[in-house]
């Protein structure tokens, strides 16, 4: 049995996200190694020196034997065929995810019986670009990594978890399932849902509008740019939370539309937003010291501390 | 009579815009001078070497008696009061202006007795800053510029302030105001609308989901950081093209919004939203060569050469 601080990690799936991983990992020291489902990505991979393949049989053999710490780094969509495999090859080793939504991926975990060593995980970090060419060791650094404290959440596991966060260059936000799915809604699938919309006004204006289309344009719609399979693997399993504030902003943007018709006034709109941007400029993070994983009421603390804006800088 | 090419420029209103405009067009080797309304302001420009100060008339009888090319860059609100003084102080310059819309503009200038040598134009650059601190004589490197070709547009007038946007750094974007405003509208109104109403539905999640929020929330939101009475006076005054292109808005995110709920599917405004993107991210500038300025059908050909994207980068 190896320490936790030098147990190997497994990553599954190497694009953008796994992908980077397996290098901050490795740049951090870990033992690592990786399966990749396209030969082209795998392959990719090992040109750059990862031990990356196409065989995630031998791959989790190899999890089990060494009890690594197994990272499930593919779309929703490919979550289920994954946990059948770790189900049946390494069921022992601890897991976590990096996928985007967290609700989901407790769900098919709990199915396939592996909820006792599961952690889940999201790192909030990523380009509009994806696939092993666009991977970066450096892309957790100074990132905010979210990171499961459900009930029932085991301590050691957990803090495996949060230690390769951590040894990534990242902070970590303790925050449950739900929570964390309804906040990703707001930040992360709303601003891909509004910006796919602002990049098709802007289009059906012609080549005389995209012509004229200055930065506010630009970065309002950058996140358009990422793969359409990706930019619905990451907001449609997390439907329920993003139809929420889809709706609420669907009231916001008729009330301003109503004012502009009625009075030619953004008055109430134009308040709201800058309150809120300014709000999220000063927004400072605070440090959680002294964190007992294990210790009793860790989790209703660590949930309490999240919620407040609170993250993890280091363990113990 | 000074040539046009050496023809002064006086610039009233020197916040990023305008200050900007008459650093740029100093360093070009232009003679300018400035009016600014607040005293700080002015007296924020004197201390950086340029001559501005809070006396309008004075600053337009020396505008008169030079020649000189005035460039009204104050905020729509405030433009009626500068043309009433410019109408009576200094009638017979020729002049442009750097304002958001064009259609309000014109009217006013009409109104106000001035339309003969009226030419309007609109730089696309900004930042979320204002005011004197913020200006840059760099600002309009390698923007675009959209400068009027309504009918009746005066050719010499028309082409001193090509001239003036050409030496600040900028190509042109031959554009009438109606179409301006409608294609403004896209791709910079709704953006700075969205912005607002994306801001807001991330502070509603509170420090946990503005604790997680990383890149597409920072730039969804960016604009949101503009000052509220700017944004309101950028988007309000453009309220016709403005409403109609938040409809069409509306109803593309109510039917996301339905598909979502009926079938967890965003796929056609995914696939909708990133043909746009990538079609804005191909759109290519070609420049418009031969302008003839006062030649027969020289409006309308420039007019059909900038809906097709085209630019005007040198003048012969």
Redesign the interface.
Same mark, same amino acid.
């Given at each position: 049995m190896t320490s936790a601080k030098n147990a190997p990690v497994c990553v599954l799936g190497t694009g953008l996200i796994g992908g980077s991983l397996l290098r901050a990992a490795a740049a951090a020291g870990y033992d690592g190694w990786g399966y990749n489902r396209s030969a082209a990505g795998a392959q990719a991979a090992r040109a750059d020196g990862f031990d990356v393949t196409e065989d995630l049989t031998t791959t989790l053999r190899r999890a089990a034997e060494t009890d690594a710490l197994i990272v499930v780094a593919v779309p929703m969509p490919a979550v289920g065929h994954i946990l059948s495999a770790i189900a049946t090859f390494a069921p022992g080793c601890t897991l976590t995810d990096v996928v985007s939504v967290k609700e989901p991926v407790a769900a098919a975990v709990h199915a396939h019986g592996l909820a006792d060593r599961y952690v889940g995980g999201h790192p909030?970090?990523?380009?509009a670009e994806s696939g092993w060419a666009a991977t970066d060791p450096e892309l957790f650094r100074d990132?905010?990594w979210?990171i499961g404290v459900d009930e029932g959440t085991h301590a050691e596991s957990w803090s495996r978890v949060v230690r390769l966060a951590l040894d990534c260059g990242a902070v970590v936000?303790p925050?449950v399932a739900a929570?964390?799915d309804?906040?990703?809604a707001?930040?992360?699938h709303?601003?891909?849902? !509004? $910006?796919?919309? =602002? #990049? +098709?006004?802007?289009?059906?204006? *012609?080549? !005389? $509008?995209?012509? =004229? #289309? +200055?930065?506010?344009?630009?970065? *309002?719609?950058?996140?358009?740019?990422? #793969?359409?399979d990706l930019?619905?693997a990451i907001?449609?399993?997390n439907?329920a939370a993003?139809?929420e504030?889809?709706?609420?902003?669907?009231r916001?943007?008729?009330s301003?539309?109503d004012s502009?018709?009625a009075e030619?006034?953004?008055?109430d709109?134009?308040?709201?937003?800058?309150?809120?941007?300014?709000?999220?400029?000063s927004?400072r993070?605070w440090e959680i010291t002294d964190v007992r994983p294990g210790a009793s009421n860790w989790l209703e603390d660590l949930r309490a501390a999240?919620?407040?804006?609170g993250?993890i800088t280091r363990l113990g």
């Open positions: 909030m970090a990523g380009t990132a905010v979210a936000v925050v929570e964390h309804r906040a990703v707001r930040i992360s709303l601003p891909h849902v !509004l $910006a796919e919309a =602002l #990049a +098709a006004a802007g289009a059906a204006g *012609g080549e !005389l $509008a995209l012509g =004229l #289309a +200055a930065g506010s344009f630009r970065d *309002g719609t950058r996140v358009a740019g990422t #793969a359409p930019v619905r907001c449609e399993p439907s993003l139809l504030v889809l709706e609420e902003t669907l916001v943007l008729g301003a539309r502009l018709r030619q006034s953004l008055a709109l134009v308040a709201t937003g800058h309150d809120a941007r300014k709000r999220y400029e927004a993070r999240g919620k407040r804006g993250v």
